[in-house]
């Protein structure tokens, strides 16, 4: 068995960069998608019509039950003629949309009573006490908690894969078939999957223990 191949891992470097920027791409606007819908189903969950609440609770629990493998095919097959790309950003944004909901109802939950009392002391409009009041307190106590979803969602973007979305892992796996250098094409995409993500944990476990205080 062969040692390590340095020139192959030297050709392969630039295709797992490429495979990166897809990546990265997908998390980004992925999380976004997870952090705008997943607020919104929170809200919904909170409406006092059962019309508005029983299906948001069903819709979430189908996805929460199922594998985001399954979604992805599911998806695929269903808006075959839609960029995989963007396939894989909705899945995934849709996805995580069902735990962040979660998060922001916990984080809607914790805001102390006091703080609803006052809003209806001060005869403020619920819209406004939503925006001005509820919402800043109880996002900023889910930040560290969102950012741990969304270095999930990152980590699992090779699914993305099955798709033929030309991620990071699909372009180390290309290139492991066609020149016989698995090892040298997983071990550096599995570096930059390192590099990229334990920075972020960090800081997001800084944050948290900020915000504790």
């Known amino acids: 068995m062969n040692g390590f191949d340095w020139e192959a891992a030297g050709d392969v470097l630039p295709l797992v960069l490429q495979g990166f920027k897809v990546t990265l791409l997908a998390t980004v606007l992925g999380t976004l998608v997870a952090a705008v819908l997943g607020l919104a189903v929170a809200m919904a969950g909170r409406a006092p019509s059962r019309f508005v609440t029983v299906p948001v609770r069903v819709v979430m629990e189908f996805v929460r039950s199922t594998p985001l493998l399954v979604q992805l095919v599911g998806a695929a097959a269903l808006f075959n003629t839609v960029e995989p790309l963007v396939i894989g950003i909705a899945v995934l944004g849709v996805h995580y949309a069902a735990y962040t909901s979660e998060v922001y109802r916990a984080g809607i939950d914790g805001v102390p009573k006091g703080q609803w009392e006052a809003c209806r002391a001060l005869s403020l409009p619920p819209r406004r006490a939503w925006q001005a009041v509820i919402l800043p307190q109880a996002v900023r106590n889910v930040l560290p908690a969102l950012g741990n979803y969304a270095i999930s969602m990152f980590k699992e973007t090779p ?55």
């Not at 030309?166 to 550096?188: I, P, S």
Request: aromatic share 14%; net charge positive.
């Open 159 to 213: 699914f993305l894969a099955v798709i033929m979305v030309q991620e990071m892992v699909f372009e180390a796996r290309k290139y492991g078939a066609e020149h016989f250098a698995y090892t040298e094409a997983f071990t550096l995409a599995g570096l930059v999957f390192l590099v990229a993500s334990y920075p972020t944990s960090l800081l997001m476990r800084k944050l948290e223990k900020r915000l504790g205080h």
